[in-house]
C-alpha cells in the first residue's frame, strides 16, 4: 500500500515562494504520473499541476507560468516549485496518482496572506 507524505507548506505574503515535497512508499513510484492537487475552503479538490513517468509536465491554467513540478525518482519525491504565490493560492496541497488511486495523505498547509 502506497503511503504520500507531503511537506513544505506556510504562511507566505503575496508574491513570495514555496517548494512543496511529496514522498511516497512504495517501489513502482517511477512509473506512475504523478499530480498535485489542491482543496481550498468550500471548494472541491482540483488537479494543479501534472508529471508523467517520463518527465512530461502540465498544468492547470491558474497556476501556469508560476508553479513547476518536478520528480526525483530515485527518491520517490515530487516537488512542487511555487512562485509569484497569490491569496488564492491558499489551500490544502496534496499530492497522488494522476488519476488519484492511492489513499490521501495528510496534505500541507499554504497560506498566502499578507
Known amino acids: 500500500q502506497v503511503q504520500l507524505v507531503e511537506s513544505g507548506g506556510d504562511l507566505v505574503q503575496p508574491g513570495g515562494s514555496l517548494r512543496l515535497s511529496c514522498v511516497a512508499s512504495?517501489?513502482?513510484?517511477?512509473?506512475?504520473?504523478m499530480g498535485w492537487y489542491r482543496q481550498a475552503p468550500g471548494k472541491q479538490r482540483e488537479l494543479a499541476a501534472v508529471?508523467?513517468?517520463?518527465?512530461?509536465?502540465n498544468y492547470a491554467d491558474s497556476v501556469k507560468g508560476r508553479f513547476t513540478i518536478s520528480r526525483d525518482n530515485a527518491k520517490n519525491t515530487v516537488f512542487l516549485q511555487m512562485n509569484n504565490l497569490k491569496p488564492e493560492d491558499t489551500a490544502v496541497y496534496y499530492c497522488?496518482?494522476?488519476?488519484?488511486?492511492?489513499?490521501w495523505g495528510q496534505g500541507t498547509q499554504v497560506t498566502v496572506s499578507s
Open positions: 497522488n496518482q494522476v488519476p488519484d488511486r492511492f489513499p
Open positions: 512504495g517501489s513502482i513510484f517511477r512509473v506512475y504520473s
Open positions: 508529471i508523467t513517468s517520463g518527465g512530461i509536465t
